[in-house]
């Protein structure tokens, strides 16, 4: 099994560019999670799906759009790329909502 | 808020010693705290997860134990190797909304030869 897949690994957009984060799972969770990580802070949930066609806010949402049209597969679209959201992004998923989270490496996104 | 929170933010010690590292969270109504270990421009990785009735559990040489009374946790490792170096992060998680965790933001602990 691949776990959680990440592409691309390093991205580099010019302010207001979009562009979409994708993220793959194949171990059947339901649950699914984007997070960004700041130099030396902690994870910061984006949006989370509880299954294909739910999805919801986390803490900092502003600027992101997500959609789960399958289980496998949980995409993160910037619509207008702004320099604040230069940062790592992780993409997660858990067998359901409490349970162990399952990190893909992680995407590296800086905007200019 | 729910909040977790961990110390100490970053810690050195020398290959072979033992350390302990701390997560104090106010989640409530609570469901579960999971240790996870993120090495330098890696994903985080599972350690334990502690349901509310457990107190100690371990995984090799990384033992966590839980005080829901408290509302406390610690990391104790022992005999530190160099691959021990890494950022430790605590995430606690609700019953309710989702599951929805809580992170702290982790403690880097440098083991140095």
């Not at chain 2, 990785?45 to 457990?54: A, G, H, K, Q, R």
Request: include cysteine; hydrophobic fraction near 30%.
């Amino acid at each position: 099994n691949a776990g959680v897949t990440q592409t691309p690994k390093f991205q580099v957009l010019k302010t207001g560019q979009s562009m979409t984060l994708q993220c793959a799972q194949d171990m059947n969770h339901e649950y699914m999670s984007w997070y960004r990580q700041d130099p030396g802070m902690g994870l910061r949930l984006i949006h989370y799906s509880v299954g294909a066609g739910i999805t919801d806010q986390g803490e900092v949402p502003n600027g992101y759009n997500v959609s789960r049209s399958t289980t496998e597969d949980f995409p993160l679209r910037l619509l207008s790329a702004a320099p604040s959201q230069t940062s790592v992004y992780f993409c997660a998923s858990s067998y359901r909502g409490a349970g162990e989270l399952f990190f893909g490496e992680g995407s590296r996104l800086t905007v200019l | 808020k729910n909040q977790v929170e961990q110390s100490p933010q970053s810690l050195i010690i020398l290959e072979g010693k033992n350390c302990t590292l701390q997560c104090n969270y106010t989640v409530s109504p609570f469901s579960n705290l999971r240790w996870y270990k993120q090495d330098t421009g890696r994903g985080p990785v599972s350690l334990t997860i502690m349901t509310f009735s457990e107190n100690t559990k371990s995984n090799g040489r990384y033992t966590a134990t839980l005080d829901a009374d408290t509302k406390q946790s610690s990391l104790h490792i022992t005999a530190s190797q160099l691959s021990d170096s890494a950022s430790y992060i605590c995430v606690v998680s609700e019953v309710s909304n989702a599951g929805k965790s809580t992170f702290g933001d982790g403690t880097t602990l440098t083991v140095k030869p």
